[in-house]
């Protein structure tokens, strides 16, 4: 786990190897860069050249607009490509004039095989790319609709060692920028932008049949993602469908210091295949997101601190009245436990604190919105959050099939909360239920909740609704489980609300 600031640029440590190994200027293998000559094939040659030593030999691109055109069809479309990469290499530029660039026109054929990563390597370790710029042109390479397109910049199956930095991935038309798949350990993604892609690729014409999209999706352990900019330039074509930020999948990895803007949601947690456990999301600012830190959660979550974030929230383009949350465990459907809904595990030892919430809703906006909504959670604490602007609760909890117990709320601020727009609806800074609705079987429920020194410092100005300090929906039994101590939330929101439940 990285329990230290950001590690130092790679960029030093990779001039160091420089000399040490060869350097191949693609334009000695007949790289033309002049954007108009396709140069996949003289970059693939001098790629091929490389490594032969046993080194980490250097693939440099001079000043110049490299364009790939060419791309290999393989038994399975998810593995084709345009340049495939072996074990100790580094890809590098020399900054913001060294670019890479798709053809026009590649991968908006309705062909499920027209559909290729531009840097694709299995099972490989040891690559580095540093100082470089790819432009995945998806202005000129729409989706089709009813196609899927999976093509990205870079697609690494497992391996181990994978580093980019000091470099930038521009326009994709496809479901990601960078993909770490499998079984792979150690990547360190630092220092790079990440501009435009799913339904925004640069134009203000949309890529509206790109079902799905993030920036930066990995499975490997012990992954890095510190210092990043991560934008979509026009946020209002781009949340027009899920557009991700950045993919965690696997445990031991952290978060770390990026500006994520125009996304949904900005940073994704997810137990989808196994336990995950040792997760930082730290530091970081998310601003005009549909949701903050979202989890999907399959197998158990453990050990996660998420601290020092300040999350600004606006609604959803393509859902209305649905809900924005800076940080969501989603509950899925409470009858039904299962992969599919998301709701098939509990978390423990969840530790949310120091984040700042707010949201940007406009006047009149149907949508909800909530500060932290959890469930299932145990030996966890949730404290000194500053939760603004909302307009339907500041937390919620509940519990579900797993129960939730010995759960901490404490010295969390709330402000400026805003009027629900649906006035039959109930909300308030706090929201507690239990959804487990499985008959015949004994309820795991409540256990040990303390809720206690939390305040605000301006109250609502809400005429009507129903607006709580707390709305209680429990067994009775459960009731009692739930302890409020030394809150300062007294009128005029009204007085806690326990509606005792079957």
């Given at each position: 786990?990285?329990?230290?600031k950001?590690l130092?640029s790679l960029?030093?440590?990779?001039?160091t190897?420089?000399t040490?190994?060869?350097?191949f200027n693609?334009k000695?293998?007949?790289?033309a860069g002049d954007?108009?000559?396709d140069?996949?094939?003289a970059i693939?040659?001098?790629?091929?050249?490389?490594?032969?030593?046993?080194?980490s030999?250097?693939i440099?691109f001079?000043?110049?607009t490299?364009?790939?055109?060419?791309?290999k069809?393989?038994s399975?479309y998810?593995?084709?490509y345009?340049?495939?990469l072996?074990?100790?290499?580094t890809i590098?530029?020399?900054g913001?004039s060294s670019?890479i660039?798709l053809?026009n026109?590649l991968?908006?054929?309705?062909?499920s095989?027209a559909?290729?990563?531009?840097?694709?390597?299995?099972?490989?370790?040891?690559?580095?790319?540093?100082g470089?710029?790819i432009?995945?042109?998806?202005?000129?390479n729409p989706?089709?609709?009813?196609?899927?397109k999976?093509?990205c910049?870079?697609?690494?199956?497992?391996?181990?060692?994978?580093?980019?930095?000091?470099s930038?991935?521009?326009n994709?038309a496809g479901?990601n920028?960078?993909?770490?798949?499998g079984?792979?350990?150690?990547a360190?993604?630092q220092?790079n932008?990440?501009i435009n892609?799913?339904?925004y690729?640069?134009?203000?014409k949309?890529?509206?049949?790109?079902s799905?999209?993030?920036f930066v999706?990995?499975?490997?352990?012990?992954t890095?993602?510190a210092?990043?900019l991560i934008?979509?330039?026009?946020a209002?074509i781009?949340l027009t469908?899920?557009?991700?930020g950045?993919?965690?999948?696997?445990s031991?990895?952290a978060v770390?210091s990026n500006?994520?803007y125009?996304?949904?949601?900005a940073?994704?947690i997810?137990?989808s295949?196994?336990?995950?456990y040792d997760?930082?999301v730290?530091?970081n600012?998310?601003?005009?997101?549909?949701k903050?830190?979202?989890?999907w959660?399959?197998y158990p979550?453990?050990q996660?601190?998420?601290?020092?974030?300040?999350i600004?929230l606006?609604?959803?383009r393509?859902q209305?009245q649905?809900?924005?949350?800076?940080?969501e465990v989603p509950?899925?459907n409470?009858?039904?436990?299962?992969f599919?809904?998301?709701n098939?595990?509990?978390l423990?030892?969840i530790i949310?604190e120091n984040?700042?919430?707010s949201s940007?809703?406009?006047?009149?906006n149907?949508n909800?919105?909530a500060?932290i909504?959890?469930h299932?959670?145990?030996?966890?604490?949730i404290q000194?959050n500053?939760?603004?602007g909302m307009?339907?609760a500041?937390v919620?909890?509940?519990?579900?099939?797993?129960?939730?117990?010995?759960v901490?709320?404490?010295?969390?601020?709330f402000?400026a909360?805003?009027?629900l727009?649906?006035?039959?609806?109930v909300s308030g800074?706090?929201v507690?239920?239990d959804t487990?609705?499985?008959?015949g079987k004994?309820?795991p429920g409540f256990k040990?909740?303390?809720?206690?020194?939390n305040?605000?410092?301006?109250?609502?100005k809400i005429q009507g609704?129903n607006?709580y300090?707390?709305?209680?929906?429990?067994?009775?039994v459960?009731?009692?489980?739930?302890?409020?101590?030394a809150n300062?939330?007294s009128h005029?929101p009204?007085?806690?609300?326990?509606?005792?439940t079957?």
């Amino acid at each position: 786990m990285y329990r230290g600031k950001v590690l130092p640029s790679l960029t030093l440590i990779l001039l160091t190897l420089v000399t040490r190994a060869e350097i191949f200027n693609v334009k000695k293998f007949g790289a033309a860069g002049d954007g108009k000559t396709d140069d996949t094939w003289a970059i693939q040659e001098a790629i091929n050249q490389a490594g032969r030593s046993g080194k980490s030999d250097t693939i440099f691109f001079p000043k110049g607009t490299y364009l790939v055109v060419s791309y290999k069809k393989t038994s399975n479309y998810l593995e084709n490509y345009l340049l495939l990469l072996h074990s100790n290499l580094t890809i590098m530029g020399t900054g913001s004039s060294s670019v890479i660039k798709l053809g026009n026109n590649l991968f908006n054929k309705r062909d499920s095989s027209a559909n290729a990563h531009i840097f694709y390597g299995k099972n490989i370790t040891d690559i580095s790319f540093t100082g470089i710029v790819i432009d995945m042109n998806g202005k000129n390479n729409p989706v089709p609709e009813n196609f899927i397109k999976n093509h990205c910049a870079i697609f690494i199956s497992n391996g181990n060692n994978f580093n980019i930095t000091n470099s930038k991935i521009i326009n994709c038309a496809g479901r990601n920028m960078i993909i770490l798949k499998g079984n792979g350990k150690t990547a360190f993604i630092q220092n790079n932008s990440f501009i435009n892609g799913g339904r925004y690729t640069g134009t203000m014409k949309p890529n509206q049949f790109q079902s799905d999209f993030s920036f930066v999706y990995s499975e490997w352990s012990n992954t890095l993602v510190a210092g990043n900019l991560i934008r979509q330039n026009n946020a209002d074509i781009a949340l027009t469908g899920y557009t991700g930020g950045v993919e965690i999948h696997g445990s031991n990895s952290a978060v770390l210091s990026n500006t994520i803007y125009g996304c949904y949601p900005a940073v994704y947690i997810s137990s989808s295949w196994y336990h995950l456990y040792d997760i930082r999301v730290e530091d970081n600012l998310m601003q005009f997101c549909v949701k903050g830190i979202s989890f999907w959660v399959n197998y158990p979550v453990s050990q996660v601190k998420i601290a020092n974030n300040k999350i600004d929230l606006t609604y959803n383009r393509f859902q209305p009245q649905s809900l924005s949350a800076g940080i969501e465990v989603p509950n899925g459907n409470s009858k039904n436990y299962s992969f599919a809904l998301a709701n098939n595990a509990p978390l423990d030892s969840i530790i949310i604190e120091n984040n700042q919430i707010s949201s940007l809703f406009p006047d009149g906006n149907t949508n909800t919105c909530a500060g932290i909504v959890v469930h299932s959670l145990y030996n966890s604490i949730i404290q000194k959050n500053k939760i603004s602007g909302m307009n339907y609760a500041g937390v919620v909890i509940s519990a579900s099939k797993w129960g939730c117990g010995s759960v901490h709320i404490t010295n969390n601020l709330f402000y400026a909360f805003r009027l629900l727009k649906n006035t039959k609806a109930v909300s308030g800074y706090f929201v507690i239920t239990d959804t487990y609705t499985e008959k015949g079987k004994a309820e795991p429920g409540f256990k040990n909740i303390v809720i206690e020194k939390n305040e605000t410092v301006t109250y609502p100005k809400i005429q009507g609704g129903n607006f709580y300090e707390a709305f209680i929906a429990l067994p009775e039994v459960a009731q009692k489980q739930i302890r409020f101590n030394a809150n300062n939330l007294s009128h005029p929101p009204k007085d806690p609300k326990r509606v005792i439940t079957d």
